[in-house]
């Protein structure tokens, strides 16, 4: 195997201040206190790797408790997700971190990354296991022939850019967190169907975890505010447990050790299942991109544009993995690109470790049981924030845009044809074959809209 490490021999090398402060990339002066190619000895990689696993938990977690609550599953299996996510997490920021394979089929950036499953794959994955009824075999089907997509869409990564400008991704951005949002309040209210649901009791838990998550987001220092969603669900949590909301017995009766299942939700490779996850795959490409080039700029390497595809195809990879083990699709994670420059640590090394962590909380179901039973109106305070941000998102990015009228045409063609698709689904069910397939999620018709009119609607030079 090959990587991106120009010299393995620097990895053991100890440096003076002297060596750190006269280190430049591009020019710049490089301030970090671990390189990229660094090791800084096994217990401040474990000790460091470990607060990266801290950094991007909420997010690994998070996913797969939203995909399960999605196809209603049941405690044991809600906790499988939660393993399987935190074990695909794990696999796939090594190979991230590392790069592996020869230079045509080159798997991952070598820079240190941590990976998990991206909120943009949610609004896709509801729409394929309830809208199109295809449930989580037909999620893992449609998720695993869309990661073949993307591994393909590595190869074009310039040609491809230009048909998503930020008019374009910044709508589908935005129009994911927005159709999320039932999902978030069925949460809030006790989960749809439940006997009390909208109970006051309810409502104020998931009042309280968005004011706490909100407060600590806003007020704590940044390395506590970035685990904001993490502690805030955890304070839900406990708080939850005097009123009889969580039932420890699950986590007594579920085993200490599990190894790993094979496609343990069947698999359903029905084409029509593919549909609503192209959005999601194209936005994770567009995103990567900038998520390699962002770490690239913190850990002062000068990258080439191989590097930013084979990125791009670890995602893909990355992406087949998880769905085969009964995780998801997974992204580059963006919050460990702010952890780098905080501590001073770009050691690729301290990736790996954090992976290798990641793995072996995996394999502990009493672990993953202990966060599945997390009451529904816990899940529905912090959905409400993390759906909202992946909205917010989407807006930050149309904010950069011109408001002329060819724009304004293609976002607000999309977002109400996307948000109506999405309210109404019915109205679209009686289409014949693939154009059901196209418009049956509003994710899939809003990006086919955006798409359409960016191409169609050229640019005018009084715009």
């Known amino acids: 195997m090959e990587t991106y490490s120009p010299d393995v021999k620097s990895k053991q090398k100890s440096m003076t201040v002297k060596d750190l402060t006269e280190r430049t990339v591009v020019g710049q002066q490089n ?39 999605v196809a209603g599953l049941d405690v044991t ?62 999620y893992v089907g449609g998720t695993f022939l869309g990661a073949i997509i993307e591994v ?70 940044k390395n506590i505010a970035s685990a904001a969603v993490l502690i805030g669900m955890a304070i839900g949590y406990l708080v939850c447990i005097p009123f009889g909301l969580v039932d420890f017995a699950q986590v007594i009766n579920a085993p200490w050790f599990a190894l790993p299942k094979i496609l343990p939700f069947g698999i359903d490779l029905n ?93 502990f179901p009493k672990f993953a049981t202990l966060v599945s039973i997390m009451p529904t109106p816990v899940l529905g305070g912090a959905g409400i924030l993390l759906f909202g941000t992946v909205a917010a998102s989407g807006i930050q990015s149309l904010s950069k845009v011109p408001y002329n009228n060819r724009n304004l045409l293609i976002i607000s063609s999309s977002l109400a044809i996307g948000l109506g698709v999405s309210f109404k689904p019915e109205l679209t069910a009686s289409l014949p074959g693939i154009l059901n397939a196209l418009f049956s999620s509003g994710i899939s018709a809003g990006t086919i809209v955006a798409l359409f009119l960016n191409i169609i609607l050229v640019e005018k030079k009084e715009d």
């Open 152 to 221: 393909v869409l590595s190869y074009f990564i310039k040609p491809l850019m230009r048909f998503f400008p930020p008019v374009v991704t910044g709508t589908v951005i935005t129009l994911m967190g927005m159709t999320l949002m039932p999902v978030a309040f069925d949460w809030v209210g006790g989960g749809a169907g439940a006997a009390d649901f909208g109970s006051l009791q309810n409502i104020t838990i998931a009042s309280f975890v968005f004011l706490v998550i909100t407060v600590i987001n806003h007020y704590a220092p």
């Open 31 to 69: 301030d970090l206190r671990y390189q990229v190619d660094d090791n800084p000895g096994f217990v401040p990689s474990v000790l460091l790797g470990f607060q990266n696993v801290l950094t991007a938990f909420g997010g690994i977690i998070a996913v797969p408790l939203v995909i399960a609550g």
């Open 77 to 138: 299996m809600t906790a499988f997700t939660v393993s399987a996510g935190l074990l695909v997490s794990g696999i796939v920021s090594i190979i991230q971190s590392y790069g592996v394979g020869p230079k045509w089929f080159k798997v991952g950036s070598g820079l240190p990354t941590i990976m998990g499953t991206d909120f943009g794959f949610v609004a896709p994955a509801n729409a394929v296991i309830n809208t199109m009824g295809g449930g989580m075999a037909g």
């Open 271 to 363: 084409p029509a299942y593919i549909l609503p996850f192209l959005a999601g795959y194209l936005v994770t490409v567009i995103e990567t991109v900038g998520v390699v080039q962002t770490i690239g700029q913190v850990t002062y390497q000068e990258l080439t544009d191989d590097q930013i595809a084979a990125g791009v195809r670890c995602d893909g990879v990355g992406s087949m993995i998880g769905p085969v083990l009964g995780s998801g699709p997974v992204a580059t994670f963006s919050q460990n690109a702010g952890l780098i420059p905080l501590t001073k640590n770009a050691s690729r090394i301290v990736a790996i470790f954090g992976g290798v962590i990641l793995i072996i909380m995996s394999l």
